[in-house]
C-alpha cells in the first residue's frame, strides 16, 4: 500500500470538494493535524473511518487503497488483484501457523522425552550427564514455547469485539492475555482497555467493515 500515493489522491479530492483540512476534519470527527499526516503520507485512516470519509470525498474504499480514480474495468481488475492476494495470505499464514504449533508441538514432545529418559535411567546416567540433559530439555521446552507465542501474536490479526478495531498486539500484550480458543483478552490500542479480541488470518476477516 503507497500511503504517500494515497496521500496525494485525499488531498486532490478534499480540494475538489472544495473542503479545507478542517472542514473534512470535521465531518470525520477527527483533527485537522490528522488530515494533514494522511495527506503527507505519514499517516492512514483507521478501519471504522475508511467509508465516512470516502463517503465525504465521494470515492470507493478501493479507488482510496488505490490512490487513484477507477475505471469500471480497472476497478474489477483491481478487485480481482486483491481477492488473488488474500486467498494467498490467507494460505501462507495457515501454513506458518501449522509449521509454528509442529515446532510447539515437537519441543514439548522432546521435553517430556528428555525428562523421562533422565528419570528412567537415573541408576545408569551419571548426575553430570542428567543436569546436562535436564537443561537440554529446558532449552528446547523454552524455545519452542517461545516460538508459538511469537508465531501466534504475528501471522494474522486480532479484531477487538467491542471497537471492531484490528491490530496486531504486542508481544507482552498477547503473553499475558486469558484465551479461549480463538479469543484472547487482550489491551485494545483504540479501546485503551481490556477487551475480547478474535483471532483473524487475512485483510479481508480484518477489515470486512470495509466494504468493496
Known amino acids: 500500500m503507497d500511503l504517500k ?5 485525499i488531498l ?13 476534519a470535521d465531518i470525520l470527527n477527527v483533527s485537522d493535524r490528522t488530515i494533514s499526516k494522511w495527506e503527507c503520507g505519514k499517516g492512514f485512516p483507521e478501519v ?15 479507488e482510496l487503497l488505490a490512490g487513484e480514480r477507477l475505471d469500471k474495468e480497472s476497478y474489477m481488475k483491481k478487485a480481482e488483484q486483491k481477492m488473488v492476494h488474500l486467498v494467498e495470505e490467507k494460505k501462507e499464514n495457515r501454513t506458518k501457523l501449522i509449521l ?8 514439548i514432545v522432546s521435553f517430556v522425552t528428555l525428562i523421562v529418559a533422565v528419570n528412567t535411567y537415573t541408576e545408569v546416567i551419571s548426575n553430570q550427564a542428567k543436569g546436562i540433559l535436564v537443561f537440554i530439555a529446558c532449552a528446547v521446552f523454552t524455545v519452542g514455547l517461545l516460538a508459538l507465542m511469537e508465531g501466534g501474536h504475528t501471522f494474522g490479526y486480532y479484531k477487538c469485539l467491542h471497537c471492531e478495531e484490528t491490530f496486531v498486539p504486542g508481544f507482552i500484550n498477547y503473553t499475558v492475555a486469558i484465551n479461549i480458543v480463538a479469543l484472547r483478552m487482550m489491551r485494545c490500542p483504540r479501546c485503551g482497555k481490556w477487551r475480547w479480541c478474535l483471532k483473524v488470518l487475512t485483510r479481508k476477516e480484518r477489515d470486512e467493515n470495509e466494504g468493496t
Do not use: H, W
Request: proline fraction near 2%; glycine fraction near 4%; include cysteine.
Open 5 to 9: 500515493k494515497i496521500g496525494d489522491f
Open 12 to 24: 486532490a479530492e478534499r480540494k475538489k470538494k472544495n473542503y479545507t483540512q478542517k472542514q473534512l
Open 48 to 62: 471504522s473511518l475508511l467509508q465516512p470519509l470516502c463517503k465525504a470525498l465521494e470515492i470507493s474504499v478501493n
Open 100 to 107: 509454528i504449533f509442529l515446532m510447539g508441538l515437537i519441543s
